[in-house]
């Protein structure tokens, strides 16, 4: 055992002067009596006790002494052997398997009484910090001795719905210069370079599939248990039949035999109503499964929820279904109606070549005549939301008139912004930008493709209430009419315009933060989750999915007015269900768990002292 | 209080004037015996015997009912009160609120008492102290010209050290006096050896014995607690133990029982007993014993 503080060990002198004042204190006092021989006819049955009356004395004092000598050297802040004096971060994996139940409770509670233990292990003489790991690492406290603090962190560690996500550990291994390179490594405390240190992850043993990084020391919690659930969905309606809802599922599950349990389809209304629309029995093979596909006929667009019959899993599996969660997917099966275009062109067939390009089996454009919500031409169109081709005329798209009918030549065109919605299907450099016009966008524009002199070649502008996108070319004299690229470009800056380039999903992961598309860059909204509380939003992107179930968005969308917007989030996380059955890696050696020395010394001086001053009672009142 | 103040006396002498008005006697042997015999009082009848004074036959009895008994008469005499205070150390003791000596002062005054009235009424008085033997206090004395002497005798007594042996010393005194007479006895009675034998001893050879028992709360109660040296006040003796307030109630208990013990052994022998404590004026003890007609069993 080594010291912390052996300079405080001179304390046990103190042991000296004890001695001395006890021998002087437990002389009792002398009373005279009239009737010591009752005295003696009383005593005369309690000889049994004469060793322990005798012997009294000197346990009092090996009381005493033992008391000081334990304060002495928790004074001294011993260590156990071998602790070393490293700085200790301790992750709680709060993945969601961490929420399975199984031997000895709910393993993220295991997890945090084994972390319990090592924080009371240091004692005040070493440092740690806590933090937890799911889809991402997030510090949970400040790199401390105090292991009070450390407790309290741990304490308010709740698990999450996120799969675990190994890649994240290697963050933790890094030096901290590497950390504060990385982006949620800012918040890591900053561990004192001249220790060793030491990363000690607590978890069931879910780790994505992967091994643990070199470096992270592993204390798995949790027994093996029986589990199945759903690890993958999706919806999405046919482009054939518009009507019929396909979806799409897998499932795996930890028991040693197959199951056979029935998966319920369930359609949500807007009210939360819920309506059995399928029920398709499933056998369930162990480990994962073949993803498979139903289809559902009349289906609405809205909330869906599969759904593996619960009671059914109860019976089928030994102990019952270990993580309820992985049971319910939440889908949102989205139709959207094609986008309208309107062509406004002297010569309009190519444009409307373009637009019934896509009117076919997806639906995604449609052209229509008189007011679309996106107007296609060239020239100074004249619509709120328009795809400019060939700008000419006076119009809120540009600045002037573009250079006048004097075309000028395009040497080496910049692309300035490749993944925009508007161009990153294309490649722009292969355009021939033929009959170009000098011209200056508007303030507030963005430009994707810009001449060698500055010219913008293509960009998108907006103002209060619309947007439009300038393609600076003659498609006539440039022939881009015969590009592949130009239905293409057509379609990616229409559905830009209506606000649909990156439409939402049928599902998100938790910790998914997605971007709600056709919002308003100065957004303001209001978020509705599965717990029914409204919270206020400003951007456009969501914070991290933390619950699962569906979400309901209401908020500012681009070009005006107010929008909603649907959400589901599902766990879908195959090692989450998959519960990696632990396969108990041996406990990181050298690592003092429970109370430390010097909490056993005090706890032993307390019971020293207790044991002292009930003696010392007994002799001073009997 | 000295036992020779006047003032003493003077409250001696009162007692002695409630003696005469409660007893209602003369002067001269006017202390009633329990002995039957030629007096003037009647007593008792008795079977007539062989050489009784058939002056003392009841001829009216004999004409009623045709058979011969005589009269009997309360004997008056001169009867010898020997007083015997306990003077070991245990009636020396502190009381409990520090003040030494206050049961021995108190048995000593009570013997005064007795005596003064016995003295008074010519009575033969003798005053004995019990210890480890028994020393003469006030010898052999009768007449009221011995009360001095007496209360004298008793001041200067002093507590001895050692047991108190009781029952040796009543040996002793039965030895010194054959002549029957009251014996009154003022102790604690915690006697080591017990009493049972000397109390027998003493009815055994037809003495009237009374005893007084004075003990205060430090005789019969238990205060302290804890670790204590336990000293015998009378031997000096020590015992070192731990009272609890377990142990403290089987003293209390234990005293309770040997003061019981003391009052079979009274009611046995046909001994009266008085219990008192010091803080009891000794002049209302005397009151109380002369108003119930005597020290009676």
């Known amino acids: 055992m080594t010291f912390a503080s052996p300079w405080m060990l001179w304390s046990l002198l103190a042991l000296v002067p004890l001695a001395a004042a006890y021998f002087l204190k437990v002389r009792p006092r002398r009373r005279p009596t009239t009737a010591l021989f009752l005295w003696e006819r009383i005593l005369e049955d309690r000889k049994a006790n004469r060793l322990w009356q005798r012997l009294r004395s000197i346990w009092s004092l090996l009381l005493m002494a033992a008391a000081v000598g334990a304060v002495g050297l928790a004074l001294g802040e011993p260590r156990w052997p071998g602790q070393s004096p490293s700085d200790l971060l301790i992750v709680i994996d709060n993945s969601a398997s961490m929420r399975a139940s199984g031997e000895g409770g709910v393993r993220i509670e295991l997890a945090k009484r084994e972390a319990r233990n090592l924080a009371r292990a240091l004692g005040s003489v070493q440092r740690a910090a806590v933090a937890t790991a799911a889809g991402r690492v997030r510090y949970a406290s400040h790199l401390t001795e105090n292991p009070r603090e450390l407790i309290a962190a741990i304490d308010a560690i709740e698990p999450t719905y996120e799969a675990f996500n190994a890649e994240v550990l290697a963050g933790l291994t890094n030096s901290p210069e590497e950390e504060n390179a990385e982006g949620e490594a800012n918040n890591a405390p900053s561990l004192d370079d001249a220790l060793p240190r030491r990363i000690v992850l607590i978890t069931d043993g879910v780790l994505g599939g992967q091994p643990a990084p070199e470096g992270v020391e592993l204390i798995a919690v949790g027994g093996k248990r029986e589990n199945a659930g759903i690890v993958g969905a999706d919806a999405e309606f046919s482009p054939i039949d518009r009507g019929e809802l396909t979806v799409y599922y897998q499932t795996a599950s930890t028991a040693p035999e197959a199951i056979d349990v029935d998966l319920l389809v369930w359609s949500v209304d807007g009210e939360g109503e819920r309506r059995l629309a399928r029920v398709v029995p499933l056998v369930i093979e162990p480990g994962l499964n073949v993803a498979k596909t139903l289809s559902v006929s009349d289906a609405e667009p809205g909330s869906w929820q599969l759904e593996l019959d619960a009671d059914q899993l109860a019976d089928r599996l030994d102990g019952g279904d270990a993580l309820p969660d992985d049971n319910t997917a939440w889908l949102v099966a989205r139709r959207p109606p094609p986008v309208s275009v309107a062509v406004s062109s002297a010569d309009p067939y190519f444009f409307e070549q373009s637009v019934r390009a896509f009117t076919g089996s997806g639906g995604l454009l449609q052209l229509v005549t008189g007011d679309g919500e996106v107007t296609l031409g060239s020239g100074a169109v004249p619509a709120d939301r328009a795809v400019v081709f060939h700008p000419g005329g006076a119009s809120p798209w540009w600045e002037g008139e573009p250079g006048g009918d004097v075309d000028f030549e395009v040497g080496a065109p910049r692309v300035l912004d490749a993944q925009h919605p508007v161009i990153r299907r294309i490649d722009p450099l292969l355009i021939n930008y033929v009959g170009a016009r000098r011209l200056k966008a508007p303030p507030g524009a963005r430009v994707l493709v810009e001449a060698d002199d500055g010219t913008p070649l293509i960009y998108t502008a907006s103002r209060a209430g619309g947007g439009a996108v300038v393609v600076n070319l003659d498609p006539v004299a440039s022939e881009f009419y015969f590009s592949a690229w130009f239905p293409v470009l057509v379609h990616a800056a229409a559905e830009h315009l209506a606000g649909r380039e990156e439409p939402l999903r049928s599902v998100y992961r938790p910790g998914q933060s997605p971007r709600l598309p056709g919002a308003a860059e100065a957004f303001t909204g209001q978020v509705t989750g599965p717990t029914g509380e409204p919270a206020s939003i400003e951007t456009p992107r969501l914070a991290d999915l933390a619950e699962l179930g569906d979400y309901q968005v209401t908020g500012t969308a681009r070009g005006g007015g107010e929008r909603n917007w649907r959400l589901a989030c599902s766990l879908l996380a195959e090692n989450e269900t998959l519960l990696s059955p632990p396969k108990k890696p041996p406990r990181p050696a050298d690592l003092a768990s429970g109370s430390p020395p010097a909490g056993w010394l005090v706890a032993l001086a307390i019971a020293a002292a207790t044991a002292e001053s009930i003696l010392y009672h007994r002799r001073k009142v009997g | ?297």
């Open chain 2, 1 to 297: 209080m000295k036992l020779t103040d006047p003032e003493f006396i003077r409250r001696l002498d009162s007692l002695y004037l409630l003696a005469r008005k409660v007893l209602g006697g003369t002067l001269q042997a006017d202390r009633r015996s329990t002995k039957k015999g030629s007096g003037v009082t009647f007593a008792d009848y008795s079977e007539y015997y062989y050489g009784a004074d058939y002056r003392a036959i009841d001829w009216r009895v004999y004409a009623r009912f045709d058979s011969l008994v005589v009269k009997l008469f309360e004997l008056e005499e001169d009867a010898t009160i020997y007083i015997l205070v306990d003077t070991s150390r245990s009636m020396g003791s502190a009381d409990p609120q520090g003040r030494a000596g206050q049961k021995f002062l108190y048995a000593r005054q009570l013997a005064a008492a007795i005596g003064y009235i016995g003295l008074n009424s010519l009575d033969r008085v003798a005053v004995y102290g019990l210890g480890d033997s028994l020393t003469t206090l006030a010898g052999v004395a009768r007449g009221r010209g011995k009360v001095l002497p007496m209360l004298r005798g008793l001041e200067q007594a002093a507590t001895h050290p050692g047991d108190t042996r009781f029952n040796n010393c009543c040996r002793v005194f039965q030895a010194r006096h054959t002549r029957r007479g009251m014996v009154v006895v003022l102790s604690d009675f915690l006697f080591p050896d017990g009493f049972d034998e000397g109390l027998k001893l003493l009815g055994f050879h037809g003495h009237d014995v009374y005893a007084l028992q004075v003990q205060d709360e430090n005789d019969t109660r238990c205060d302290h607690k804890g670790d204590a040296l336990l000293e015998c006040v009378e031997t000096g003796r020590q015992k070192r133990v731990t009272i609890s307030p377990k142990e403290a109630r089987a003293y209390e208990r234990a005293v309770e029982d040997w003061n019981a013990s003391l009052r079979r052994c009274c009611v046995r022998q046909r001994i009266g007993l008085a219990s008192v404590t010091p803080d009891t004026p000794f002049e209302q003890v005397i009151r109380n014993i002369l108003r119930r007609g005597g020290l009676v069993a």
